[in-house]
């Protein structure tokens, strides 16, 4: 790569660092990310134990001519939008409007056997309804203005491509019907409630509508090429074409908001959560990895909420672990950009990084010491509760004497996890001789003794 692009990637715009995020490892993994993708920016926001820790931009947000990336700058993020409108969906639910087991019919009685297709079948994209928007590039007729209505007449009139939940299949007319219903319920502009239950009580105060508006000169531009030629400015689409479904601009920040509300329950009740965020099951029983409006899966024993989001010149990718209250808001202004991803995967391991064990030397030295005892047949019973000591017959030190001494020196003795479990720490050691290796697990009180010293 040519030292004029390599410049392009250096430029950083940074606001807050947490104080657990490694400035230098962000910074390598951001122009990493941009050097193999080719992406003009990035702009990323770090949720670490609930609170947002990170903002930063990296390379330009527009080309020509050359801007620098800012935090403060919006990105079309695109189908990250979707779990908005399940948001609002649920926010109805609460307000006892309207059910995710509600029929279509109930609202648009028109469409393509809208008597069997539920709200919940829209969300999970499971209803059968044809993808009006499947293209990766704008097609000459989504460059004209549309309606949602004009969108559900064309797609949701159509046969459905398959009988209502017995397959998954993403498909952007399920949003647009689903938009249509809560503005049937409010007597109101999609945007407008969104605005009222959401934005606004969130503080999230830059978020726009580009269903009606476009990005100004204060943004971020989006991009796309063909192959590896040169980077072109991405045609926006049509007026309408995104409603509900992908129509939200944002700077990272106001996401990452989101996210801690959807940690927090600051907006949705802890069952609209689980609503939220229980992938959906076929009719015949077979699970998916979708839920409403956000995919569900495990991320090394993690759980993990995930959406992506494209749109012309615009990826965005949206993925929370809510059981570390973290967060990882990640935007890039080139079609189909593989920097959102990179970034992310790259960012993951900071946050999911187990804390340090405390009492980890003190606890190896402790397990060594009683080992070395044992091996003589002996244990020191005031470290033991009355459980433990119970459990230490002479049968069981004469055992272990006898066993352990036979294997000859001992080569080593080191932790290998610890967790909770019973109110107590449960730690794992491996005991290693010349020829044999043996497994070690003690539990340990919150006064220090140990329930268990255990040998196998």
């Not at 700077?251 to 509300?261: F, P």
Request: proline share 6%.
């Amino acid at each position: 790569m040519r030292p004029c692009h390599l410049l392009i990637f250096l430029c950083v715009s940074a606001a807050v660092f947490g104080a657990q995020l490694p400035p230098a490892k962000i910074d390598e993994i951001a122009a990493k990310a941009l050097a193999e993708s080719g992406a003009p920016s990035v702009s990323i926001a770090v949720v670490e134990s609930g609170k947002i820790a990170l903002e930063k931009a990296y390379g330009q947000a527009r080309l020509e001519p050359a801007v620098d990336a800012r935090p403060d700058m919006r990105y079309s993020i695109g189908s990250v939008s979707k779990q908005f409108l399940a948001g609002c969906v649920l926010l109805l639910v609460q307000d006892g409007k309207l059910s995710l087991d509600d029929r279509v019919s109930k609202y648009l009685p028109d469409l393509t056997r809208a008597g069997e297709v539920t709200i919940r079948e829209l969300l999970t994209h499971t209803s059968g309804y044809q993808d009006y928007y499947p293209q990766d590039y704008v097609a000459p007729f989504m460059l004209k203005p549309v309606t949602a209505a004009q969108i559900i007449d064309q797609w949701a009139r159509k046969p459905l491509d398959f009988d209502p939940g017995t397959r998954w299949q993403y498909s952007n007319t399920n949003y647009a019907i689903a938009g249509r219903i809560v503005e049937k319920v409010t007597g109101g502009p999609f945007f407008e409630f969104l605005s009222k239950r959401i934005l606004q009580p969130l503080g999230m105060t830059t978020a726009i509508n580009l269903a009606e508006q476009t990005m100004g000169p204060q943004d971020a531009a989006g991009y796309t090429r063909f192959a590896l030629g040169p980077l072109r400015p991405a045609p926006a689409e049509g007026r309408g074409w995104l409603f509900a479904a992908g129509e939200l601009a944002m700077t990272a920040h106001d996401l990452a908001l989101w996210d801690i509300s959807l940690m927090e329950h600051k907006l949705l009740t802890p069952s609209s959560i689980e609503a939220m965020t229980t992938p959906a099951r076929l009719r015949n029983g077979t699970p998916t990895d979708y839920a409403l409006g956000v995919g569900v899966t495990d991320a090394d024993g993690h759980p993990k909420w995930q959406h992506g989001g494209a749109v012309s010149g615009f990826v965005s990718l949206n993925t929370v672990w809510p059981d570390r209250k973290a967060a990882v808001v990640v935007f890039a202004n080139e079609d189909g950009s593989t920097a959102t991803g990179a970034v992310a995967r790259g960012l993951a391991p900071l946050l999911l990084a187990e804390a340090e064990d405390p009492n980890a030397a003190r606890a190896l030295e402790q397990a060594r010491r009683i080992f070395d005892a044992l091996a003589e047949g002996k244990i020191d019973r005031s470290l033991l509760t009355p459980d433990a000591n119970a459990f230490f017959t002479e049968q069981v030190l004469g055992d272990a004497a006898a066993s352990l001494k036979a294997q000859g020196p001992l080569v080593s003795l080191k932790q290998t996890s610890v967790e909770l479990r019973g109110g107590m720490t449960y730690r794992h050691f491996e005991v290693k001789f010349k020829d044999k290796s043996l497994h070690l697990s003690t539990l340990t009180m919150p006064d220090g003794k140990l329930e268990q010293y255990l040998i196998q």
